[in-house]
């Protein structure tokens, strides 16, 4: 398979996680980041991102077991995996988070819970995409990540 | 030049990044280096504050999140208003109305939302840009106002030399930039500003702060109190600035005083003992405050800033009363020595003892060394000297905190003292003996110095001590003069070499211009004020305990620790002089 089918690969694969709200621009951001000084940039941003949400996440499940109905607590933590979330531009992941400090904000423990998992789900979902994704990059070679997609 | 200045400038400024999430830092640090910024990156906002108290004048701009599980960002950004006044970009990811509202009463200049783009952040040379504008206004009119604290210094064991020294070179620092910046300005241009310009002298200060009283602190507009000062020239945004910064210091006191309450018990006293630590503390709280005024603030604890010194132990422990002939060959004279004051230096760093000076052949007679600076908030102008209980006398002086430049650390000399500790203003005079020698002296200081005990002898040491001036440890003292006009790159390397600041005489004639116009750039450096004087002829001592306001509460602690003359220790209501950080 040669380079360049490799890298419409990676570009459509891109597109469809921006299609599917997966992304925002924020990616493109960090994409534009990369350069010769760095060439792996963005998945060592990405790499970075999945290992620190994930201590987030866990700090939050933790929160959630041990101090029920601490609601700000949990906003709190929330709060920091949002930023988190907008870092990379991990779309769908940042609005779960956003509707779990909603509920934190309405006192509502079973929408914290569901969403919550909904919020480990996108996390995974992403994690696996990203990581198809940066697999298929390398593959392509260095001038795979620099293609904007056309969204 | 001032354009090459101009395009060259933001290339290479250095920006300190602070934020707790690995990713948003990396990402932040990579955009910066794009800019062509030197980046410095960290992930805790204690952290930052250590970075920057440690390396100090290494950097130009904070951005710093808001959201931190240390420390809030609006904590760390009053931290650096007050420490080292950098321009504080805050960003969060949330932008609610009251929280960047919130950033910018703290004084952030700026107040990014994640995700932070490049674009914004290739502009925030701007503010570092803008903030050395300012300072450049800020100095513009020095020269009139050097009437403003110049007192005799008297320094020791310098017999064989005189000379007169001005504290300024931080101005000359700044009017190096002003040359830089506005080199094709004409200079005549520059005098006519300099007349503009207000410095808040203590008497100006002291009308200002009448008029608020007079009007009710809620009620005050910059309007009333101009008409109520009634000062030629002044104008209303001169008055409404002052107000600010008045209204700030005193919610800044505030705040301190709260969290001093509550964190007293967070003090770290490196040598002293925890009871008297608390015994201090309880006293100074219970400390009424001579100042209660009108204000809405009248609650809070007045608070003073000291920081005593001895430069002739570097055993801080050592406590000894000394007989102190006056060189006029007048009666000796008890002056008790503030030995065993350990002092924080206001940027976090205990001092070390072994950079100051260490006069081989000193004389008695320069016992004290004492920085103060005080602002009795409510206190007409002339009552610079107060009667707390007990009766000791209390002389405000107002010291000065414009210093010397700070040296690169790289420097050999500075290299490993990375704590800055406060200059130290001093003063050798008898003024039972010689009050000829005050001829300098500001009327109110002088009067202050006669309605002490007539048997008083102030000695107060001229010592300078900041990053760039290691006080002449050497027995072979050479001193330069730092005058005002020299410049600042002359002082500096004099300094690097040991060889400056520390100026006395016989005759007393050193001449510390002090410029509270200069404070508001200064004084973040230099926090730690207070004075201390004998009292002798009632035999017992004044002692003014005070914590920096600013510094962190492990930080806070100067002492006094006093076997010998043990009759009573005053923390002294005074109000420190942060109104012009």
């Known amino acids: 398979m040669d380079y360049s089918n490799l890298r419409r690969q990676a570009a459509s694969m891109k597109k469809g996680l921006f299609d599917q709200g997966y992304l925002d621009e924020q990616f493109c951001q960090v994409e534009d980041l990369q350069?010769?000084?760095?060439?792996?940039f963005t998945e060592e941003v990405v790499t970075l991102f999945f290992k620190d949400s994930a201590r987030l996440i866990s700090n939050i499940e933790q929160a959630l077991e041990k101090y029920p109905k601490d609601f700000s607590r949990w906003d709190a933590y929330m709060q920091q995996l949002k930023g988190s979330c907008s870092s990379i531009g991990a779309s769908r992941m940042k609005s779960e988070c956003k509707s779990f400090r909603d509920y934190c904000g309405q006192g509502n423990t079973e929408g914290c819970m569901r969403s919550f998992q909904k919020v480990k789900r996108e996390h995974g979902a992403l994690r696996q995409k990203l990581e198809a994704y940066f697999q298929l990059v390398r593959q392509a070679g260095p001038a795979g990540a620099a293609t904007r997609p056309s969204v | 030049m001032a354009l090459a200045d101009a395009t060259a400038f933001p290339y290479g400024l250095r920006v300190l990044v602070v934020d707790d999430d690995p990713t948003w830092l990396k990402i932040l640090e990579k955009m910066l280096r794009k800019c062509s910024y030197e980046v410095t990156t960290c992930g805790l906002a204690s952290?930052?504050?250590?970075?920057?108290?440690?390396?100090?004048?290494?950097?130009?701009i904070v951005i710093s999140?808001?959201?931190?599980?240390?420390?809030?960002?609006?904590?760390?950004?009053?931290?650096?208003?007050?420490?080292?006044?950098?321009?504080?970009?805050?960003m969060s990811i949330d932008g609610e109305t009251n929280r960047v509202m919130k950033g910018v009463q703290h004084g952030a200049c700026d107040y990014l939302l994640k995700p932070v783009r490049m674009k914004e952040l290739r502009n925030i040379w701007q503010h570092v840009y803008r903030k050395k504008m300012h300072e450049v206004k800020e100095i513009e009119g020095h020269d009139s106002c050097d009437d403003l604290q110049i007192f005799r210094n008297g320094c020791e064991g310098l017999d064989e030399r005189g000379l007169f020294m001005r504290a300024d070179s931080d101005t000359m620092r700044k009017r190096k930039d002003v040359d830089k910046d506005h080199a094709d300005q004409d200079s005549s241009d520059g005098a006519t500003v300099k007349k503009a310009r207000v410095v808040w002298s203590v008497d100006l200060h002291q009308k200002f702060v009448n008029a608020v009283n007079q009007i009710g602190f809620d009620k005050v507009g910059p309007k009333k109190i101009l008409d109520l000062m009634n000062v030629p020239g002044l104008t209303r945004e001169n008055v409404a600035s002052h107000l600010q910064k008045y209204r700030l210091y005193l919610s800044r006191l505030q705040k301190q005083n709260e969290e001093r309450i509550m964190g007293a018990g967070r003090q770290d006293f490196s040598h002293n003992g925890p009871s008297d630590n608390l015994n201090l503390r309880s006293s100074f709280q219970e400390q009424p405050s001579n100042l209660a005024n009108g204000f809405q603030h009248s609650s809070q604890k007045i608070q003073v800033q000291a920081n005593i010194l001895d430069p002739n132990l570097e055993d801080t422990k050592i406590v000894a009363p000394l007989k102190v002939p006056d060189k006029n060959g007048n009666p000796a004279i008890?002056?008790?020595?503030?030995?065993n004051v350990t002092s924080a230096s206001p940027l976090g760093g205990v001092l070390s003892f072994e950079r100051m000076a260490v006069n081989k052949d000193r004389k008695p007679t320069e016992a004290m060394i004492?920085?103060?600076?005080?602002?009795?908030?409510?206190v007409p102008p002339k009552q610079f000297m107060q009667y707390p209980k007990h009766n000791h006398a209390r002389c405000d002086l107002l010291g000065d905190y414009s210093c010397l430049p700070k040296p690169d650390l790289e420097h050999p000399i500075t290299q490993g003292h990375l704590y800055a500790p406060p200059p130290v203003i001093s003063m050798s005079c008898s003024v039972e003996g010689d009050v000829r020698d005050f001829s300098d002296v500001k009327p109110d200081l002088l009067g202050c110095m006669k309605s002490l005990s007539p048997a008083l002898t102030c000695t107060v040491d001229s010592a300078q001590l900041s990053d760039s001036v290691v006080t002449s440890t050497n027995s072979d003292q050479k001193f330069s003069s730092v005058e005002g006009l020299s410049s600042d790159k002359d002082c500096y390397f004099d300094l690097a070499r040991n060889q400056a600041t520390l100026v006395s005489s016989d005759e007393a004639s050193i001449i510390c211009g002090t410029d509270l116009a200069r404070l508001p750039d200064d004084l973040s450096d230099y926090q730690l004020q207070g004075v201390s004087f004998e009292n002798i002829g009632l035999n017992n001592f004044d002692l003014f305990q005070c914590n920096d306001t600013m510094i962190l509460p492990g930080l806070q602690n100067n002492w006094y620790d006093d076997p010998e003359f043990s009759s009573e220790m005053i923390e002294s209501p005074l109000v420190d002089g942060c109104l012009f950080a």
């Open chain 1, 35 to 40: 350069d010769d000084a760095s060439p792996n």
């Open chain 2, 47 to 60: 952290v930052a504050l250590q970075i920057l108290r440690e390396r100090r004048n290494k950097f130009d």
């Open chain 2, 65 to 90: 999140d808001v959201n931190m599980p240390d420390m809030d960002g609006f904590k760390l950004l009053e931290h650096i208003g007050l420490e080292m006044d950098l321009p504080v970009i805050m």
């Open chain 2, 334 to 339: 008890d002056v008790v020595d503030p030995q």
């Open chain 2, 370 to 378: 004492l920085e103060c600076q005080s602002w009795s908030g409510s």
